[in-house]
């Protein structure tokens, strides 16, 4: 598999008027997943390297990443998706309990207006302010859809609600499982006590905070992670990326 997914690197470089090179374009690609794309060489990698043969050695790393996530037993699936808009307008929760059907409501005065229609995967929290949250999706249209579907709703009940709304995702939750099961002992010293906490008898998993991306990972013992925080895939590949490599240099994934 590792040979399989090996990823090759063609340079094109910039060179000053003295022949070295200032700056570069790599060509990365890996047909066995077929993936093709481009990144901008940093101008001291550049600049240090000095051939395109040098800077294409520099990419060699990675190949590592791309064979430490096909070391995933379950590749990343979407767990949950959570979105928000709203209206512009207070809202009479009581009243709203009443249009929608008490059967698909149940109104919490220090929390909002829960609303799950039967058949729909998705809850919707409505709130007094107008402001909407919808979650329990596992895609981002299906979210939106069910979004869209309550303010129908509400339209019907003769309450004003924008015919182009914003719903932005605000959290994805992601899961995957390693091969293999984890040491979390060991993993907490590979990645470094201040990028993690760690308290066993409160709470079962490993939290991990990587440095480069603004998510938090859940691992555990069985070789389970879960990635929230991010609002598209990129964030939960970033973090799994960073996870599975300092893993697999210290030999932790490995069955």
């Known amino acids: 598999m ?17 022949g070295t090179m200032r700056q570069a374009t790599a060509w990365l690609t890996c047909p066995g997943l077929g993936v093709e794309t481009t990144s901008q060489v940093p101008s001291d990698v550049a600049g240090q390297r000095r051939t395109p043969s040098r800077v294409a050695n520099a990419y060699e790393g990675l190949q590592l990443t791309v064979t430490r996530v096909m070391d995933l037993q379950q590749p990343l699936s979407v767990e949950n998706v959570t979105v928000t808009t709203g209206v512009d307008q207070e809202l009479d929760l009581s009243a709203l309990v009443l249009g929608l059907g008490s059967s698909e409501c149940e109104l919490d005065r220090d929390v909002g207006l829960t609303y799950q229609p039967d058949g729909l995967e998705t809850t919707a929290v409505v709130y007094r302010s107008g402001k909407v949250v919808c979650m329990g999706a596992q895609s981002v249209a299906t979210a939106r859809a069910s979004v869209g579907s309550l303010l129908t709703r509400l339209n019907t009940l003769g309450i004003d609600v924008p015919a182009d709304p914003d719903v932005p995702v605000t959290n994805i939750v992601f ?24 308290e066993p008898e409160q709470f079962s998993a490993l939290i991990y905070r990587p440095e480069r991306v603004d998510v938090v990972v859940l ?9 929230t925080g991010g609002t598209d895939d990129s964030h939960a590949r970033l973090a799994l990326d960073a996870l599975t490599d300092k893993l697999t240099a210290s030999g932790h994934s490995r069955p």
């Open 175 to 198: 899961s995957a499982l390693l091969r293999g099961r984890l040491d979390l002992n060991a993993v907490a010293v590979e990645l470094g006590f201040e990028h993690i906490e760690y």
């Open 219 to 227: 691992m555990f013992g069985s070789g389970s992670v879960i990635i």
């Open 2 to 18: 590792a040979d399989r997914y090996r990823l090759s690197a063609a340079v094109a470089p910039d060179t000053n008027p003295g």
